[in-house]
């Protein structure tokens, strides 16, 4: 990634909301109609940190990870968020920014590396999850892909949970062609989840 790619700060996450877990919980659902409005920058700002922000003074993240080795990265596809350009970004916890990996609407490409799966070009925001499993895999060997997986599904319900506090909705991805997807992001790790995020339409309860 070229160190001079152009930066966005993101609005500091809320850490009190209105939405209580247990009513976060009894809402969760899987979500896969979006309208056509789009997200806030507060919006992608605390679905971002949800998924791997820094906690307790920048020590931990939002999810648990084993050895504390976080091979967990972060994408952001964006199609249609309020002051944010179109295109692929790298969520980085240590700043909370996203930096832009490149230009343009990529929604359409990573609908077709899903298998054509509408919801997927029409949300506002596709949130990707990838593994760097070499940063668990030197303290922890082969055990490493069951931590990595175990951290991605934390991860993942974490972003469950925060849209639906948002009043947002989202589904979670798993099925996709794994090089076809690196290859419309621009990136070299695994891809493990793919969580289309958006506005819910009227008729979604």
């Known amino acids: 990634m070229n160190g001079s ?9 809320v850490l009190k909301g209105s939405v209580s877990l247990e009513e ?23 679905l971002l940190w949800a998924a ?12 648990p990870s084993a050895g504390a080795t976080y091979p967990l990265e972060v994408y952001a ?21 996203i930096q832009s990996l490149h230009a343009g609407d990529v ?16 949300a506002p925001v596709n949130i990707v999850l990838t593994a760097v499993s070499e940063r668990t895999e030197r303290r922890y060997g082969e055990r490493a892909e069951r931590y990595v997986s175990m951290e991605a599904g934390h991860a993942g319900q974490n972003l469950y949970l925060q849209a639906t506090a948002l009043g947002l909705g989202t589904v979670a ?26 506005k819910k339409t009227p008729e979604q309860p």
Request: with cysteine; proline share 7%.
């Open 5 to 13: 790619a152009q930066s966005i700060a993101l609005p500091k996450p």
């Open 24 to 46: 976060a919980l009894a809402k969760r659902q899987s979500i896969r109609s979006f309208s056509p409005d789009p997200l806030t920058l507060r919006d992608l700002s605390q």
């Open 52 to 63: 791997q922000g820094k906690t307790h003074g920048g020590r931990k993240r939002t999810a």
């Open 77 to 97: 596809a964006v199609r249609s968020v309020e002051g944010v350009r179109p295109g692929v970004y790298r969520y980085l916890p240590d700043s909370h920014v």
């Open 107 to 122: 929604s359409k490409q990573l609908c077709d590396a899903c298998w054509n799966q509408r919801f997927v070009e029409s």
């Open 173 to 198: 991805v798993g099925a996709f062609d794994d090089e076809s997807v690196r290859s419309v992001l621009g990136v070299p790790e695994s891809v493990l989840y793919i969580f289309p995020v958006g």
